[in-house]
């Protein structure tokens, strides 16, 4: 079980904002164990990123109770929101895109990263599309915001969009902001892509027949778990 959130130590407006997102839970898949699983899985990643971003933002000292192994592994989502979370602080005031405030425009953001999680848990592989496909879009999205393009749906991610594009402006603007928020949002975003494909933990959950199985790359490299 982990630890809940101490909103309590966050700073208003964003303990509110933060309370919200921890609130968010993957929806129920019925009749679908190994989904259900998944998802589940997914909620606890969520839910230890939000405690890094906790320690790394507004309490260092901050203890994530889970294993080291675990905690690691996830310690790269958690950089990475830290990164969009100073991104939305530098550039509302300047382009403040129809959000209150900084606070509200990241909380958009987590649930359009967490709605896309859920979709692509589950949405079925189809054949060809590769183990690490979710890894490779990353890589593709990291290649285009290093040449200043948006690689993100405006559709489909717009509160996303929005940022990147004004984050893009502002980066061909100011180098003071290139260099202290653009660059390292990307880095983060690179790092979290690196990291789920070559960190163990994150071997490569799917649902067969409505069971959780994960690739261990040994031999059939398959094995059922729930």
């Known amino acids: 079980?982990?630890?809940?959130?101490?909103?309590?130590?966050?700073?208003?407006?964003?303990?509110?904002?933060?309370?919200?997102i921890k609130a968010f839970v993957s929806p129920t898949i019925p009749f679908n164990n190994g989904l259900i699983q998944h998802l589940n899985f997914n909620d606890n990643v969520w839910k230890v990123a939000l405690h890094w971003l906790l320690k790394k933002k507004w309490h260092s000292k901050h203890k994530i109770s889970v294993s080291r192994n675990i905690a690691t592994a996830i310690e790269p989502l958690g950089e990475?929101?830290?990164?969009?979370l100073e991104i939305c602080i530098q550039v509302h005031p300047i382009y403040p895109s129809g959000y209150i405030n900084a606070t509200e425009w990241f909380y958009h953001i987590v649930l359009e990263m967490r709605n896309?999680?859920?979709n692509e848990i589950c949405t079925p592989i189809k054949k060809g599309d590769g183990k690490f496909k979710h890894c490779s879009e990353i890589r593709s999205h990291v290649k285009n915001l290093k040449q200043s393009k948006n690689p993100f749906d405006s559709a489909r991610s717009p509160h996303t969009y929005k940022l990147i594009q004004a984050s893009i402006n502002l980066s061909q603007k100011s180098d003071k902001f290139n260099d202290e928020y653009y660059k390292p949002l990307i880095k983060a975003y690179s790092s979290w892509g690196r990291n789920l494909h070559d960190d163990v933990t994150w071997q490569m959950l799917t649902v067969d027949e409505e069971k959780l199985s994960i690739h261990?790359?040994?031999?059939?490299g398959k094995v059922k778990i729930a």
């Open 216 to 220: 261990t790359g040994k031999g059939r």
């Open 80 to 84: 990475l929101l830290l990164q969009i």
């Open 116 to 118: 896309g999680d859920i």
């Open 1 to 20: 079980m982990i630890p809940t959130i101490p909103t309590q130590m966050i700073d208003p407006p964003w303990d509110s904002a933060m309370s919200s």
